[in-house]
């Protein structure tokens, strides 16, 4: 019967899944075929190294997660499953790439935890009860949808008042300053596009995916969107989300070669990360 359900289930969401949705999955499936290191399992944790990663790199921004509900949104791929499943937390993971998912499986199997594993879309996450989850990991993922505040809502539904959601989204910034253009000292990386919300557009929309063995091979990528920071922090705050801590990422090399990616990102940090509490009492106020 459980079988029976869960093949039930998967019918319902091809149904459902809109033409986004169906792009985003098969771009994923064929990313992780490629070797995305997004895909590849965690599969040397220590619980210090465990420990290291869901505390924000020693920020101390979550406290035991033993037996807490854990959610891990749009994080298929084996690697926030882990941490917190080597540390002995109730995982969830609903991602929207069966093949993102099955590395999840890869990583439960090999640390001998349990798991529950589901497909479906960040945006509907409708098959969890009210108030279900002490944790969000929500890692970059966001701007492979339109609009943040439909999957806000959701996380807002399942979280219990005063648990923590982390969600992590690209600067808007970056889509208007592109790290693949250098005009020399004198030019900088010049400004190349308008800020603004919407799908992004690339000269070239494959990814260049490296293997773990150092074989390099194009792969079209999903379809991504840029979300704008008045959207992001103002959709986070108007469901009731208070920030704890914001943290930009960037590569710490002082002497970066100007022009590659590690220069780039001590110009513009490219990736954003927001800690913070749900308190719907906030919102109601």
Not at 90 to 98: A, F, H, N, P, Q
Not at 248 to 273: C, D, F, K
Request: aromatic share 12%; net charge negative.
């Amino acid at each position: 019967m459980r079988e029976e359900a869960f093949a039930e289930r998967e019918r319902q969401m091809q149904i459902n899944m809109d033409d986004l949705a169906q792009f985003n999955r098969e771009r994923w499936n064929a990313l992780v075929q490629a070797g995305v290191e997004y895909a590849r399992p965690f599969l040397d944790l220590t619980p210090e190294s465990a420990r290291a990663w869901i505390d924000g790199n020693g920020k101390g921004m979550l406290a035991n997660v033993r037996g807490k509900k854990v959610l891990c949104l749009a994080n298929g791929g084996g690697q926030q499953t882990a941490c917190f499943g080597v540390l002995g937390a109730d995982v969830t993971v609903i991602d929207l790439s069966d093949s993102q998912l099955e590395q999840d499986r890869v990583a439960a199997v090999h640390y001998g935890y349990p798991i529950r594993i589901e497909h479906g879309d960040m945006r509907d996450l409708s098959r969890f009860e009210p108030a279900s989850f002490d944790i969000v990991i929500h890692s970059y993922s966001i701007n492979f949808v339109p609009d943040p505040h439909a999957v806000f809502v959701q996380v807002a539904r399942v979280l219990k008042p005063g648990g923590d959601y982390m969600v992590q989204f690209s600067n808007p910034h970056r889509f208007s300053i592109r790290e693949e253009i250098w005009q020399g000292e004198a030019g900088g990386y010049p400004l190349t596009a308008l800020y603004q919300d919407g799908e992004v557009t690339y000269g070239d929309d494959h990814w260049e995916v490296e293997t773990a063995s150092g074989d390099k091979q194009r792969v079209l990528g999903p379809r991504e969107f840029s979300h704008t920071w008045s959207r992001m922090v103002n959709g986070l705050a108007g469901r009731g989300f208070v920030i704890r801590r914001l943290e930009e990422w960037m590569r710490r090399e002082p002497n970066a070669e100007v022009g590659s990616w590690a220069h780039y990102t001590q110009v513009l940090p490219p990736y954003i990360t927001v800690w913070s509490v749900y308190r719907p009492d906030v919102f109601a106020s």
